[in-house]
């Protein structure tokens, strides 16, 4: 069985794209109503209208990443500040989870009734020896 593979002779598409639209560009401009000089100053301005418009909107882009960068620096100054308080260090301690707790007391318990003890209640009691 045979298996389409676009990529069979070697490559893809894309030279042949490029080459098409570069020869249909120039077969437009051999064949474009207004003469030569007139066309070359009509494509001059259109690319300097374009280069402005390319500018303007890099500078409109940096713009906002400049204002999107101090906002996102002051945020982490202040998030820094935070965590430089020494009061708040309890905050931040580790907790076990409740699903560990929970773990932990029926391990307790299964323990305690192979030793023919009574389980602990409370997730506070721990294992008492090993």
């Known amino acids: 069985m045979a298996r389409y593979d676009d990529d069979s002779n070697g490559g893809s598409g894309l030279p ?3 080459f098409g639209l570069g020869l249909g ?9 207004q003469s030569g000089e007139d066309t070359r100053r009509s494509l001059a301005r259109k690319a300097k209208k374009l280069k402005h418009l ?6 409109g882009v940096m713009d906002k990443a400049g204002k999107k960068a101090r906002t996102l ?5 202040e998030v820094a500040d935070h965590f430089d308080d020494e009061e708040d260090e309890d905050e931040f301690e580790p907790r076990p989870s409740r699903a ?5 007391r029926r391990l307790a318990a299964a323990r305690a009734r192979r ?16």
């Open 16 to 18: 042949w794209f490029l």
């Open 73 to 77: 620096r002051d945020n982490l100054s």
């Open 115 to 130: 030793r023919g003890v009574t389980a602990p209640t409370g997730a506070e009691d721990e294992e008492q020896g090993a």
């Open 100 to 104: 560990r707790e929970e773990l932990e």
């Open 54 to 59: 390319a500018e303007d909107q890099l500078e």
């Open 25 to 33: 560009a120039t077969l437009g401009l051999l064949f474009a109503p």
